[in-house]
């Protein structure tokens, strides 16, 4: 038996047809097009590509975006007050400030000071506690617990009377979703960190939802026959290498394993630090490195693997149906937004 794999990538494709279909029918009426305006401090690559990709998506499905970049020495009431502005602003249908936020920044604060109603990420206080409401519905919810539940229902999942185990507990993906199949009439059991015999647990689960953040936590032998497995994760598995060498850090004396650039190839790298050629010193950290001349100097790298919180190989000749990392749950986070923003305008139009 091998599982059915849930392609998230078509599925994200399908909700995207039917946002531009709602933006397209939004804007024939005569109504303007949702907008949705993002907010990144700082200088993160990685923050900044994210923002583009959800830029691209907007505009591949009509949906306007307008994008705000503060300085990584943006204060606490900069930040607020462009988030201020940004709720009173009448053609603005959703706020998204992009996380992680510098570290001297109150994240709490910010993301509280977004409007309910324009809380697109679905991280406003009101909107977690409208969710673990019986009978209430919140403004918006996380994107990514979304696009779970929709993945289970299109690939025939049932959740009613269903035992749903969820592993992890975040504001942004464990405790949404356990929600959202709770409010769908599973029996939901939460299990993070502390939670004891945790392979016992997952072998009853008949949906199991990992996001944990820890690579390849799940054996095939800790998941019920034909269950639904939902992997969240996104992580960085380590490779071996056959130049790989036991380092020495000489700033803190910590042991850490990498071989040299001109032992490694391009391509699920990551770098772990500089060796000086002269002294044979290495340093785990770069900047903890003395000034070195370029000549003297060699990265030390490390390869990797991108995988999910699920050892896919192994489970999915016990499951009935698995998302892969990647290409499972990460496109309908996007696709989600999307989903939120249109939603945003609508609830606007009513108010």
Known sequence: MTATIIDGTAVAEKVRAEVAERVAKRVDSGKSAPLLATVLVGNDRASASYVRSKHKACAEVGIETRGYQLSETATQSEVER???????????SGILVQLPLPAHLHEHDILDLVSAEKDVDGLHPMNIGLLAMKDREPFHTACTPLGCIRLLEEYGAQIAGSHAVVVGRSNLVGSPVAQLLRNMDATVTVCHTHTQDLAEICRTADILVMAAGVGEMIEGNMVKLDAYVIDVGINDVWVDHPADTLYVSAETGDNFVAHRADESEKGGRRKQGVLQLST??????????????????ISLFRKARMAGDVNFESVKHVASHITPVPGG????????LLVNTVNAAEILDAC
């Open 82 to 92: 462009l988030v201020s502005e940004l709720n009173e602003a009448p053609d603005v």
């Open 280 to 297: 044979e010193k290495a340093w785990f950290k770069a900047d903890d490195a003395p000034e070195i001349s370029k000549e003297d100097k």
């Open 329 to 336: 749950v990460g496109p309908m986070t996007i696709a989600y």
